[in-house]
T-cell receptor, first 116, second 118 residues
Framework: AQSVAQPEDQVNVAEGNPLTVKCTYSVSGNPYLFWYVQYPNRGLQFLLKYITGDNLVKGSYGFEAEFNKSQTSFHLKKPSALVSDSALYFCAVRDRGDTGRRALTFGSGTRLQVQP | DAGVIQSPRHEVTEMGQEVTLRCKPISGHNSLFWYRQTMMRGLELLIYFNNNVPIDDSGMPEDRFSAKMPNASFSTLKIQPSEPRDSAVYFC????????????????FGPGTRLTVL
């Protein structure tokens, strides 16, 4: 079974400060990991994914995420937050070895509020 | 590319009525997913198809819910009869799967259908 935990319901950060949104995962084998963002009244938008190789993954809008196998984490980061980054962020995982199940398992989401 | 298309964007109906939600996946994608999002339960996978075949419907709440994918470019999610607790935003997503371990199957989401059952 695969699962994702996003321990923070909400993260507050001031504009211009660095931000981190936390995610930990559990899979039987090796993971594919994803981050999605959801703006109000919109669908989820793909931000970035970890497949293999470099543990630091760069994605859209200046976001990046760091894969840490020993801590089973995949935290989302951005060096300087913008007010427009305020949204709901979802982490998702799929077990790379489970070719029978193509579906992702999503976390509960973390609301990011960036204050001007 | 137009992305995943869902219709209607909003649906308001009365309890007991039949509701049909529609989805057109991204052209060339061979996997399609239906999700439901509520404040209480978050984002739940209802069912997914691969090459038009339902693979996992364990998330479908009960027999009132049914989903079909008659061809690669169209899917429906039907609720009959609808109940107030079905009120939610329903998302469709699609991805391309090569079938092997190397396929990451990045999912792309539609804008969602906001369903309100009175």
């Amino acid at each position: 079974a695969q699962s994702v935990a996003q321990p923070e319901d909400q993260v507050n950060v001031a504009e211009g400060n660095p931000l981190t949104v936390k995610c930990t995962y559990s899979v039987s084998g090796n993971p594919y990991l994803f981050w999605y963002v959801q703006y109000p009244n919109r669908g989820l938008q793909f931000l970035l994914k970890y497949i293999t190789g470099d543990n630091l993954v760069k994605g859209s809008y200046g976001f990046e995420a760091e894969f840490n196998k020993s801590q089973t984490s995949f935290h989302l980061k951005k060096p300087s937050a913008l007010v427009s980054d305020s949204a709901l962020y979802f982490c998702a995982v799929r077990d790379r070895g489970d070719t029978g199940r193509r579906a992702l398992t999503f976390g509960s989401g973390t609301r990011l509020q960036v204050q001007p | 590319d137009a992305g995943v298309i869902q219709s209607p964007r909003h649906e308001v109906t009365e309890m007991g009525q039949e509701v049909t939600l529609r989805c057109k996946p991204i052209s060339g994608h061979n996997s399609l997913f239906w999700y439901r999002q509520t404040m209480m339960r978050g984002l739940e996978l209802l069912i997914y198809f691969n090459n038009n075949v339902p693979i996992d419907d364990s998330g479908m709440p009960e027999d009132r819910f049914s989903a079909k994918m008659p061809n690669a470019s169209f899917s429906t999610l039907k609720i009959q009869p609808s109940e107030p607790r079905d009120s939610a935003v329903y998302f469709c997503a699609s991805s391309f799967s090569s079938g092997g371990k190397a396929s990451t199957d990045t999912q792309y989401f539609g804008p969602g259908t906001r369903l309100t059952v009175l």
